[in-house]
């Protein structure tokens, strides 16, 4: 599955993986809004075996199946992300 990954420009290490480039649609009001500024990183073929740095590949395609985006938050800024928006992630 391909995936296209973009970087908050707002907060660091906060990434957001799409199934289509530039398609920010399925993404909630609140939550898109929460990013600030993004910038393409790469695109990028996730199969179930790829490792990723901080997070099960598996978990990332089945997000990006069922919802169309997955968000990768940093360790250190967790705790930090708006109440309204943590339910909308994983």
Known sequence: MN????????????????DRKDDFSAIPAELYKSFGRLEFVMELELTPQRKLARVDSAKVIASLQAKGFFVQMPPTVFSAVLPTAARYLH
């Open 3 to 18: 995936c296209f990954i973009y970087k908050s420009l707002k907060k660091d290490e906060l990434y957001l993986y799409l």
